[in-house]
């Protein structure tokens, strides 16, 4: 069997195109969507993301500045940013771009961020809000694989997900979103580096996602026939981008399968669009800043 390959850039147009009229109804409240990235030091990757949320922004109408700040910036200076930005009410959404330089605890700076104002859905906060299912502000990745299944139209009720790598924006997001209803919840299950078989695993897996960052590592024999396979994996391989599945392995095996690029990636950005309305409709948790 070939797989239906699913085409992320197109569920991402329908997500904007949905976002659109919710714009439009808070700006006609006098509201205007505010988007401020902070990223320290030039990371080339960084700044490729940073502009992809930009175009991405300028499309719906949401105004995004991008702050640079030098290498030299330290926890405090950086901290202090962060604070400015959650008391300034015309900025609506914060985004630290990872990564940071080595002597910046990126995660104790997220923490900083105003739970409101966290369009990535990384705080502490909004992440515990998961756990009771009240997903207002999730990762927008673990979010964007959700909306992907839902596109498939399959039903997940009974079946086997199996996850591979448990990051804190991925994996382990992506298990209690799977588990929000007790009654039309798959049985996920995630593998990491330590996991010992990872084939017997994924063999009996009727949806695999993955997300490692490590081109090659699930090869078509992996596969169950019939799969629904989400690759989340990005690598460059001799100048070209690649994701963790052997694609053309895995076409001829799965019934649906995600391409890299042109899969997850672009609904991972319609998600954080997404979250910034979130914010802005007021929906969003409001702790402690
Ligand atoms: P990460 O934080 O590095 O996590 C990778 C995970 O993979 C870890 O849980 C790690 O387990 C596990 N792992 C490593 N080697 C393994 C192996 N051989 N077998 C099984 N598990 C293994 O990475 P991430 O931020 O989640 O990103 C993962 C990939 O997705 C990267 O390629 C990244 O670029 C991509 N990504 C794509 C998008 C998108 O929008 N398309 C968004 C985010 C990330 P241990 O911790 O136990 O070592």
Redesign the pocket.
């Known amino acids: 069997m070939e797989a239906k390959i699913i085409d992320g850039n197109q569920i991402a147009s329908k997500i904007k195109q949905d976002l659109r009229s919710e714009i439009d109804k808070i700006k006609a409240q006098g509201i205007s969507p505010h988007l401020e990235a902070v990223m320290v030091g030039g990371n080339q990757g960084a700044k490729i993301y940073a502009g992809n949320q930009e175009k991405a922004c300028k499309e719906l109408g949401i105004s995004y500045k991008l702050n640079e700040l030098p290498e030299s910036t330290s926890q405090k200076e950086l901290e202090d940013f962060i604070l400015q930005l959650n008391k300034n009410p015309k900025v609506t959404g914060i985004i630290l771009q990872m990564p940071v330089p080595s002597h910046i605890n990126g995660r104790e700076v997220q923490m900083k961020i105003c739970p409101s104002k966290d369009v990535e859905g990384i705080h502490p906060f909004n992440i515990g809000k998961l756990i009771y299912g009240e997903n207002v502000l999730a990762p927008c ?1 673990a979010l ?1 694989v959700m909306e992907i299944l839902k596109s498939t139209k399959v039903s997940l009720k009974g079946k086997e997900v199996v996850i ?4 804190e ?3 382990k997001p992506l298990v209690l979103l799977l588990l929000q209803s007790s009654l039309e919840s798959p049985t996920p299950t995630v ?5 010992k078989d ?1 084939a017997f695993h994924t063999k009996r897996a009727d949806v695999l996602i993955v ?4 081109a090659g ?1 699930i090869k078509g024999d992996m596969l169950k026939e019939g799969a629904i396979v989400i690759d ?4 460059r391989v001799n100048n070209k981008i690649v994701g ?1 599945v052997i694609f053309d392995e895995a076409v001829k095996k799965a019934s649906f399968i995600t391409p890299v690029p042109g899969g ?2 672009p609904v ?1 950005t319609a998600m954080l669009l997404k979250n910034t309305i979130a914010c802005l409709a007021g929906t969003a948790g409001s702790g402690k800043e």
């Open positions: 990745t964007a591979v790598g448990h990051s924006i991925v994996g593998c990491h580096i330590a996991t990872l997300a490692v960052g490590k590592l989340v994996g990005i690598n963790d997850v990636g991972t």
